[in-house]
């Protein structure tokens, strides 16, 4: 996540539906849950067939995760940084 999102940020998502990847959440920052559970913070692209996902790191030094299914997908619509949410 970093530098973009810091561990202790609080991130505020919204998803409408239980599962699914909806089309207003490509090219966005987004919390993710893949096929395995595995849970992410990355940007979304369309992968190379229809289901499949890039997942963007948002960490210039981490790895791009390439043609990933998804069980859900909801784009970020808020976030805290850790010392604001400290002070909640």
Request: proline share 8%; charged share 25%.
């Amino acid at each position: 996540m970093e530098p973009v999102f810091s561990a202790g940020d609080l991130l505020f998502y919204t998803r409408h539906a239980p599962d699914g990847v909806p089309d207003d959440v490509i090219g966005h920052r987004c919390v993710v849950e893949d096929e395995d559970g595995m849970g992410w913070v990355k940007q979304v692209k369309p992968g190379d067939e229809p289901g499949l996902f890039h997942l963007i790191s948002l960490n210039p030094g981490a790895t791009t995760m390439w043609n990933k299914r998804l069980k859900w997908a909801a784009r970020v619509r808020l976030a805290w940084p850790a010392e604001l949410a400290k002070k909640l």
